[in-house]
């Protein structure tokens, strides 16, 4: 147990469709990001939140809108997706946003788009 | 050129052997470097981070070497159970840029 916990772990969606994904850390950790980790691929990271802030956005298609409430939870809204867009996509906590401390990951949601 | 490059193997090996993996990276200014392991299908879990002294932790080794811009891993005495990718981490700031990842299949 990471006290990092993602919801849902495994997501079919049309193209059409509209979901979200859910992240929760329970470490007390100010950073929050997401990661996109295709089929041998390195893990790419897409958003990085301090303090419900976001200081990255590593040119992320509009189809994938964040949102971050409270340093504790982080959502992913994904829309009109593409089946390239498959993947599994994993959010991190670290406990600040630059100092050398290390993520701690969930379990990542694998997200299949048909 | 990759941020973080790792050659991606797969490094096939008998139990008991010592297996070394490099990582190099493009960014001199990143501040601390981390090695993660990942299991099929799982998430990856920090297994040590990487100190300019060297540092190790049980039968696993890291260096650092800046002027180079690399780093290693060396895991003695392989175990059947070391089986797994090997992802090598640098923080550049506000981000932790990953490596493709090194895969170790340990043999009986």
């Known amino acids: 147990e990471t006290g990092v916990t993602q919801t849902p772990r495994h997501l079919v969606m049309g193209m059409t469709n509209k979901k979200s994904l859910k992240c929760e850390q329970h470490?007390?950790?100010?950073?929050m990001y997401w990661y996109k980790q295709s089929a041998k691929k390195p893990l790419e990271l897409m958003f990085v939140?301090?303090?419900?802030?976001?200081?990255e956005n590593n040119s992320v298609p509009s189809r994938f809108s964040p949102e971050c409430p409270n340093s504790s939870h982080l959502f992913l809204h994904l829309h009109t997706l593409q089946p390239e867009d498959s993947a599994l996509y994993l959010c991190?906590?670290?406990?600040?946003?630059?100092?050398?401390?290390?993520?701690?990951f969930g379990q990542g949601t694998r997200l299949t788009v048909v | 050129r990759k941020e973080v490059e790792q050659d991606p193997g797969p490094f096939n090996v008998p139990e008991g052997a010592t297996v070394a993996f490099n990582c190099t990276y493009s960014?001199?200014?990143?501040?601390?470097f981390f090695w993660y392991r990942q299991d099929c299908r799982k998430e990856p879990k920090l297994l040590m981070s990487?100190?300019?002294s060297g540092n190790e932790d049980g039968r696993f080794t890291a260096q650092l070497n800046r002027a180079s811009q690399y780093i290693s891993l060396l895991i003695r005495d392989s175990k059947l159970s070391d089986s797994a990718t090997y992802l090598c981490?640098?923080?550049?700031?506000?981000?932790?840029?990953f490596g493709q990842g090194t895969e170790l299949s340990v043999k009986p």
């Open positions: 470490l007390g950790h100010n950073a």
């Open positions: 991190a906590s670290s406990p600040r946003w630059t100092e050398n401390t290390e993520a701690f």
């Open positions: 960014n001199s200014a990143s501040q601390s």
């Open positions: 981490v640098a923080r550049e700031g506000g981000k932790l840029i």
């Open positions: 990487v100190y300019s």
């Open positions: 939140y301090n303090f419900k802030e976001q200081t």
